[in-house]
Each structure stands twice: as C-alpha cells, then as structure tokens.
C-alpha cells in the first residue's frame, strides 16, 4: 500500500510570509495523482492544489504552489503571503490506479499557524 | 445547492444502539467513499463504491455496512455502536478515472 508522510506535524508562519509544508511518499507505481487538502477549525475538507505525476510543470494555483519532485517522490505544498485565514490542518494526499479503487491515502496532517 | 451533502451533521447516541449516516452528490459522479477521521484527525478510507458496485472495503469491523441505492447515495449503517466510533465521518465522490475527490461536509458522531 502507498504511504504518505508528512514530517512536520506544526508549522507556524508569520502573515504576509511565505511557509513550505512537506510531504512525501512511497508507491512503485508510475501514474497517480497527488493533492493537497485543507481542513479548517469546521472540518469541511476543502481541496487546494491538485498535480498529475505525468506532468512535470509543478501545479499553481494563487498564493499556492507545489514542488513536486518524481524521483524523490516529495511533494511540498508552498503558500506565499500567508493570510490569517490559511491557518487549518493541511493534508497530502495520494491517489493511485484503479487496483486501489481511485481511493487517497491521506498524510497525517500539517497544522498550520498563522500569526499576526 | 451542496454538492456532496450528509445528514445528519451530528449525532450523539449511546453504546449499543443502531444508527445511520446518509449521504447523497448531486454531481454526477460515479464513485462515493467513505472516510473515518478519528480524534487524532487521521482520514482513513473505509468504502468506496463504484456504480453502485463495492470495490474498497477496508478492515472495518463488519457492524458498519454501506448501501448504495443508486449512483447518487451512498449511506453507512452502524450497528451495536462502541465508544471507539466516535469520529467525524466523511462521505466523498469523485468520477472515474480519477477525477477530484470532492468531501461532505462530515458527520460528527459521538457515542456515550
């Protein structure tokens, strides 16, 4: 089964700052999908950036970026100009073949703090 | 209008008894999940259904039965509830092959 680990269980960051969480994980198969979740205080899951492993352009999306890197199987998720309403537990996640049922296998989580 | 809607969003019942969790999308999508978050918040797949045919059934204990009456519902059944249960519980779904997974809103279920 894939693994996903995230190293860093708090992060904290001042706003207007930039934070960088990590992920990585381990699979032996070679097209998936990886993602990045967030889940604020309510616990509504709500989906941040999404990178296809086919693509090598790393996936943008606002004030948040991915560094995805194949062969080192890592995926970091960047947020620049960190607001207040940033802070929530982050997720990575995988998302392999259809052997797996489409399903993701979620990290345990990045709780990020902004401050002011 | 939600696309991917629970009912009810909380839910507090004593040990022993039988409840459910009904969930319905109204995206289209053909494939329906659920998640159990526990109080750690670790999200661990339990079903997942596709065109109404289970393909994920996890090592959950067999008092929790899913059914999927059509491509649109995906309800979990949970009988003899334990202490253990207690966790917020999420319905997804997604089309396939794989499209994004898009999560309810969850259901916060505590046992007493």
């Known amino acids: 089964a894939q693994t996903v680990t995230q190293s860093q269980p708090e992060m904290s960051v001042q706003e207007a700052e930039t934070v960088t969480l990590s992920c990585t994980y381990d699979t032996s198969e070679s097209d998936y999908y990886l993602f990045w979740y967030k889940q604020p205080p309510s616990r509504q899951m709500i989906l941040v950036i999404r990178q296809e492993a086919y693509k090598q352009q790393n996936a943008t999306e606002n004030r948040f970026s991915v560094n995805f890197q194949k062969a080192a199987k890592s995926f970091s998720l960047k947020i620049s100009d960190s607001q207040l309403g940033d802070a929530a537990m982050y997720f990575c996640?995988?998302?392999?073949?259809?052997?797996?049922?489409?399903?993701?296998?979620f990290g345990k989580g990045t709780s990020l703090l902004v401050t002011p | 209008d939600t696309a991917v809607s629970q009912t009810p969003k909380y839910l507090v019942t004593q040990m022993g008894n039988d409840k459910s969790i009904k969930c319905e999308q109204n995206?289209?999508?053909?494939?329906m999940y659920w998640y159990k978050q526990d109080s750690k918040k670790f999200l661990k797949i339990m079903f997942s259904?596709?065109?109404?045919?289970?393909?994920i059934n996890e090592t959950v204990p067999n008092r929790f039965s899913p059914k999927s009456p059509d491509k649109a519902h995906l309800n979990l059944h949970i009988n003899s509830l334990e202490l253990g249960d207690s966790a917020v519980y999420f319905c997804?779904?997604?089309?396939?092959?794989?499209?994004?997974?898009?999560f309810g809103e969850g259901s916060w279920l505590t046992v007493v």
């Open positions: 259904y596709n065109n109404k045919e289970l393909i």
């Open positions: 997804a779904s997604s089309q396939a092959p794989p499209g994004t997974i898009y």
């Open positions: 995206l289209g999508h053909d494939t």
């Open positions: 996640a995988y998302r392999g073949s259809s052997n797996s049922g489409y399903a993701l296998n």
